[in-house]
């Protein structure tokens, strides 16, 4: 009786292991909104991959924006390095998830960025 629960625990485990691995697509750009907590404003900013923009006194840059191959709009996985503009140390870097902003979070006292989601070109074939 014991070995046949662990047996279905393992085909369970390994059933929910395949599904988290699902296949992703590549996005070209990613779209962040920032919020900059001392005027209120609000800004959606697009992001392109290997590039640099600046929100306010942060300097973003988009390492990498990955979705769902079979539901672009479903969520979105940015890899972000944040810096100070003119400092080198990043005060965030690493993955952050659309769906779960609070996950992975920029901690800074006045700004607050977040992923929307990826952005595909038009002629790409993702």
């Not at 590549?26 to 609000?42: I, K, Q, S, T």
């Not at 923009?53 to 840059?61: K, M, P, R, W």
């Not at 993955?95 to 992923?115: F, G, K, Q, T």
């Amino acid at each position: 009786m014991l070995r046949a629960i662990l047996t279905i625990g393992f085909i369970a485990a390994a059933a929910g292991l395949a599904h988290a691995q699902d296949s992703t697509g590549n996005g070209d750009a990613a779209v962040l909104r920032g919020l900059d907590r001392v005027n209120g404003m609000v800004n959606d900013i697009t992001v392109p991959v290997g590039t640099t923009v600046q929100l306010g006194t942060l300097n973003l840059t988009l390492d990498e924006c990955r979705y769902p191959a079979d539901n672009p709009a479903g969520d979105a996985f940015a890899h972000l390095s944040i810096t100070e503009v003119d400092e080198v140390t990043p005060i965030f870097k690493g993955w952050m998830i659309a769906s779960s902003p609070a996950l992975n979070a920029l901690e800074h006292s006045r700004y607050d960025v977040w992923v929307l989601r990826c952005a595909i070109n038009a002629t790409s074939s993702q």
